[in-house]
């Protein structure tokens, strides 16, 4: 009842500070409906049955006008600029006044941050706000109102629209394109929208597609980067170019902010090289080496299927590779519970090389820089859980060259415990390989010599069998068994090159 008066009071102003003849026709309709019930029945008779919700809008337009909305006409654009700046000013002049946290200008504070911003996933189709303070219960450390965020009636109306051409993908003045990636899964079943958006931005226009790297790496596209960031490295400061990258994420009453990062552009580059080099691990099929991992292949590793991805692991992914920080605990053991629940099919390239990032970074943070994992298979390394995987792989390759492809393999039967409680299942592995041995003895006995001594020498590096391994040594353990695994497959296709090559001659 207060909008539609609301309404009607601001239609009559108008009609009458223009001498608009249509505005003047609006007006007296408007007076119509409230003093004769028959008009007003009939128009109810009209739009109650289109049944409309709260979002939707109503004008009006008259033939004299070539059906134009009354909102379109030229002198009613000019009355209501000045009517707005009216209204804006008394606002301005009755609120609070304050020092604007953007602008450093002392003068009116916004009490409210009237532009929503939309079309974010999670947020009100109608748009939501990032600042609010227009109920009691939006205070902190006693700031009542517009003092929770000092911000000027210019600067409050300049980010809205700044952020919501971000948000929007709108081309720059001088053509420069923004960046945007929506990480997450989508909703189903009309549940709720975890998903979180990454704006990335530089100060100048520059040809730098961060969005495209996170998303769909190439091997050229990462090497172009390397050679970018480690071609110098310029003093603090000095590189204006300054990259950001703000993670937003919203709901039906205001806006989410989840993480936020500005620093030199060349560290943002340096940062996300280091992530690819991080990463880095061999493809046991092919033996090349690559890091150039998609996010959302990232994320998928972490989890059964990518629709079961837990919604802060892609926003972590984004902001360690941005920010050159260690992941979460969470995702190595993510990363380790789905290797010991999909067994030999789950040593995926992309989630082995995940599970050496993190072992590395948070390596790097408690100073222990020497036992750092390598990219592949290192024969020199003697901790017990790097050796132990190693032995198993030694032991799934023994058992496919006695009895070949079986139904379950060793790994789909022992890794889960092996790899958390190796003295409780390897005892019982090395009666099985002596079984296995004996009968390779008789039908390859190269292969079961060369198998026997690498047993010997693996089992002479250990001590004892550990009781139990912790999260970092499972990472060790499964790394271990992975790089055998890899040198494996290599050997085998160097045999076959080999003897391709000497039969064609």
Sequence with gaps: AASRATFWHQMKEAAEETGNASLRGAAALGDLLAS????????????????????????????????????????????????????????????????CQITGEYGPIATTHSLSISRLPGGSTMGAAVVSNDKPAFMSYLLDGAANASIGYRAADGYCRALQELIDERPGPDGARRAKVIVGRRPEHGGPDRRTTFLFWTRENIVWDVADLLNEPTPDSVAKLM???????????VDTRDFYCLALSGNAARVIVRDYLEEPLSEAQRNLAAWFEDMRIVDEFTGDTTGAFPLGRLSASTARVSDEVAPHVPVRLIMAALKNQPLPGSVLAACLG???????????????GLIRLCMN??????????????????????????????LLSVFERLQWGALGDVN????????????????????????????????????KPGMAENLRKQIEEMSARLQAFPLQLSLRDQGRFGLGFYHQRAEYRKQSADRKAAAGAIATN
């Design 36 to 99: 004769d019930a028959t008009v007003s029945a009939k128009a109810a008779a009209f739009i109650d049955p289109k049944d409309l919700g709260k979002g939707h809008r109503c004008t009006l337009a008259c033939r004299d006008d070539e059906g134009r909305r009354i909102v379109e006409l030229p002198e009613v654009k000019e009355w209501f600029r000045g009517y707005f700046a009216r209204r804006q000013q008394e606002r301005m002049d009755a609120g609070p006044k304050g020092l």
């Design 338 to 352: 789905r290797l010991r629940a999909e067994g030999a099919k789950g040593f995926r390239q992309e989630r082995m």
């Design 408 to 443: 379950a393999s060793v790994i789909d039967r022992f890794y889960g415990t092996a790899s958390t409680a190796p003295a409780t299942v390897f005892p019982r592995l090395f009666k099985s390989a002596q079984q296995h041995l004996s009968k390779l003895d008789s039908e």
């Design 361 to 390: 970074r948070e390596a790097r943070v408690n100073g222990e820089t020497e036992g750092l994992m390598s990219e592949n298979l290192d024969a020199t390394r003697s901790d017990a859980a790097y050796v132990c995987g190693r």
């Design 227 to 237: 050679e970018s960031a480690w071609a110098g490295r310029p003093v603090a400061g």
